[in-house]
């Protein structure tokens, strides 16, 4: 009897273990699941374009320029196309495939990479440390979903570590290394890191050959001497497959002059461009903000190493040191770190016993597997809300009067797709000046009739003539642009308003300028042409009165009780008003009301309306809605502080001004108006210690250090009268 029931007891052992194995299983085709889904998201990014239309170039020429040929500005001059290769592969894709095909490409090669992350470190009995961590890593991947070189790059990633981890004693990873650094060389600038992986190995077997490593840090992960040799050999060869690209010295050198560019007059580019700028900050270190799966995954590995501290590999620390520092440089860069604290965490983890763990101790391995099993299940439940939620991403198209999902085919909010479509119906042709986020566009789409100013090649534009650019946009530098006019002979001006507003001063510079006629306007974007004989034909077809506008009215029949958001009109608003034309403005806000009642935004456009035309408590009265409607929003806060400030109600401005900083204390416009409500409500100290940081900061706007610098003036007089 007691053999039958120790048997019984084994048996339901071995059941809980292939259960919280299942289990595990599940949860990791899920996970999968989620990621094969989460890679589908429709075409978003911007540089897709010029990189399909250059392929295209590529393909039909037969050969890859060293000059740049795309843009009015930079033609002729020599321009280093280090991912001609990429170019040259998603324009076959789409050409043979289609838009839809690219998106496909993408989810093959994004899932093949988690397939390699989990093939080096998977381990069954560790699956609820694995699973959650890659869960981790997907969402720090998914912001890169773009179809751009970064996917083939981060693929490469991935091969190199599992082939130098786990197939160095083969004679052909050598050659396989080799030729897929030759690929990686002509597809994206981060190629070098194929060459900077092998020098960290041979560092770190140097140290362990050499240097006397405490605990058992010598042996951990030492190679053999024929490992060694061939590891100099693998060396050797991606150094010179990095010579086999159509740029030689050129091409080699370009991966090199980035990283080195990442400092000095470069650094311009990481200060404006959102994807170049540090994904963390000391004051907001300790936050639960944005990144906090970012931090979370430096934290874990981080742990993953004092918990495996006695038998650590070095090179694996070095491997997680050098990625940490790449990816505090640039918000890009964190998916590289997260797949690498991936991988060191499950290296180190498979090192360490569940008891070095937990302090205490279970007595049954039953509760144990039950709880693993339970987690598991916890953890399904998580990635399918997790996967729900991505499947409920989508908008409204107004052109189809339908939803449209965030998956699959060409996204509707993020290209100025009729404006452009408005140059290519009508054969509009020039040199147009355009702002950066519309460049790549503008290439894929209207090259080579419309020859772009501006567009996203860093590379090729330098820092010099970005900050030319940057007077222009930000600046709407009369003199600047006119110089431009010139040098470049710009015909036309392309503005999108496609997913962002253009820059107040922008606007008003282009509304000024009698001689630049508008001839598109919508939502997306408008268009203006400089009145000269090639133009004219087009001004007089299609030039438009802005003074005149009206309102495109929907199908409200059609729209039925559907909740939209009426973004399009806004769009609109917010550019007439920025230049200049009120009413129209006013229209297009009153027009959105009627599609949404309580949309803010159509408030605030009318607020600031009443506030231009003097009209004090009517501007009150809409922000007053405004704050009414989103409570939590700082920029209301601080709208309603300045139209108490203008009703004479100085305690009330203080009141929602006080509010509008604690919502967001780094909001300088807020300050300024707590600033200005304490001088008008006698509180001059306090408004004295809030004016003197703004003036003293190097980097605060010229013309509210302006404001601050009248307004510190006026509070010093009162205070010396007081």
Known sequence: ??????????????????????????????????????????????????????????????????????????????????????????????????????IYMQAGIVLLTFLLALMLVYDKDRQLVIIPFLFFVLQIYQTRFTIRPDIFSVFFFISYIVILSSYLNRPWSVWVLFFMQVAWTNMHGYSLWGVIFVLIGLLAE????????????????????????????????????????????????????????????????FECITELQRPLAWKTLFYADDQWVFKSIILLSFISFIFNRRKLDISAVMLWLVFLLFSLGAIRNMVYFAFAAFLVTGYNLAEVRFSDVVPFRFNSEKFLLLTGAALALLLMVQLIDFGNALSSHGYYDFDKYKQKSEFLGISQRNFPEKGVQFLIDNRIKGNFFNDFNSGAYLVGRAYPDVMVYMDGRTELRGPVFFKEYQKIWNNGDAKVFEAAVRRYHLTGAFVSTAGYSAPEKLLKMLAGKPEWKPVYFDFDAIILLKDAPENREWIRKFGIDLASWKPKELDLQELGPAKVVPYRYIRRARTLYDMGFIDPAVAEAQAALRVLPGYDEAFRVLGDAAEKKGDVQKAFEYYRLLCAHN?????????????????????????????????????????????????????????????????????????????AGALLNEVKVLMEKK
């Not at 809030?690 to 013309?703: W, Y």
Request: net charge neutral; hydrophobic share 50%; proline share 3%.
């Open 1 to 102: 009897m007691g053999d039958y029931r120790g048997l019984i007891s084994l048996m339901s052992i071995d059941f809980f273990r292939k259960l919280n194995w299942a289990f595990g299983l599940i949860a990791l085709g899920i996970l999968f699941g989620v990621v094969l889904f989460a890679s589908t998201i429709e075409i978003k990014d911007l540089d897709l374009w010029l990189h399909l239309r250059m392929g295209e170039y590529i393909v039909h020429h037969g050969y890859v320029p060293s000059f740049d040929v795309l843009s009015a500005s930079f033609f002729g001059q020599p321009w280093v196309n280090h991912e001609w290769l990429f170019q040259v592969v998603v324009h076959l894709v789409r050409e043979a495939f289609g838009f839809d095909g690219l």
């Open 206 to 269: 140097a140290m362990k050959r050499r240097l006397p490593l405490p605990y058992e840090w010598n042996k951990i992960g030492r190679l053999t001497d024929d490992e060694f040799q061939r590891l100099w050999l693998i060396a050797a060869a991606l150094i010179a497959a990095m010579f086999f690209n159509p740029m030689g010295l050129e091409g080699v050198l370009y991966p090199i002059r980035t990283l080195i560019g990442i400092s000095g007059d470069s650094k311009v580019f």
């Open 631 to 707: 409570s939590g929003d700082a920029s209301y806060r601080k709208n309603l502080a300045m139209a108490y400030l203008a009703l004479n109600n100085p305690a009330k401005a203080v009141e929602q001004a006080e509010l509008a900083v604690e919502l967001e204390s780094d909001n300088v416009e807020c300050k300024y108006a707590l600033a200005k409500a304490y001088v008008k409500n006698k509180q001059y100290k306090r408004g004295y210690d809030i004016l003197v940081p703004i003036l003293a900061n190097k980097k605060e706007k010229e013309d509210l250090k302006v404001k």
